[in-house]
């Protein structure tokens, strides 16, 4: 079992940054693939970033290329998105997950609970 834990969402102007941590328990996150997910209101659940387990491959929906990094740190058992150039569509409850692969359509092992991220125009 794996506990995921999402932090450092909030609200933001449009044109700034945030970075959004994962932290996870239970098992090495190294044992995974991880990726962020994002649902917003109304809307369905999104693919958003991923990122193979040793970090060596990263993949990104195209609504988010050039503006959004993923990466982990598999020695403090975390997992990051870095999100810069912020716009008010970005607004979402962003949600990381372990997953059999990196890639958009991976077969999700564990969800986190989700962190809010609000952009104001």
């Known amino acids: 079992q794996v506990q995921l834990v999402e932090s450092g969402g909030g609200l933001v102007q449009a044109g700034g940054s945030l970075r959004l941590s994962c932290a996870a328990s239970?098992?090495?996150?190294?044992?995974?693939?991880m990726g962020w997910f994002r649902q917003a209101p109304g809307k369905e659940r999104e693919f958003v970033a991923a990122?193979?387990?040793?970090?060596?491959?990263?993949y990104y929906a195209d609504s988010v290329k050039g503006r959004f990094t993923i990466s982990r740190d598999n020695a403090k058992n975390t997992v990051y998105l870095q999100m810069n150039s912020l716009k008010p569509e970005d607004t979402a409850v962003y949600y990381c997950?372990?997953?059999?692969?990196?890639?958009?359509?991976?077969?999700?092992?564990?969800w986190g609970q989700g962190t809010q991220v609000t952009v104001s125009s």
């Open positions: 997950a372990a997953t059999s692969v990196a890639a958009p359509t991976a077969d999700i092992n564990y």
């Open positions: 239970g098992r090495p996150l190294s044992s995974y693939a």
């Open positions: 990122i193979s387990r040793r970090g060596k491959s990263t």
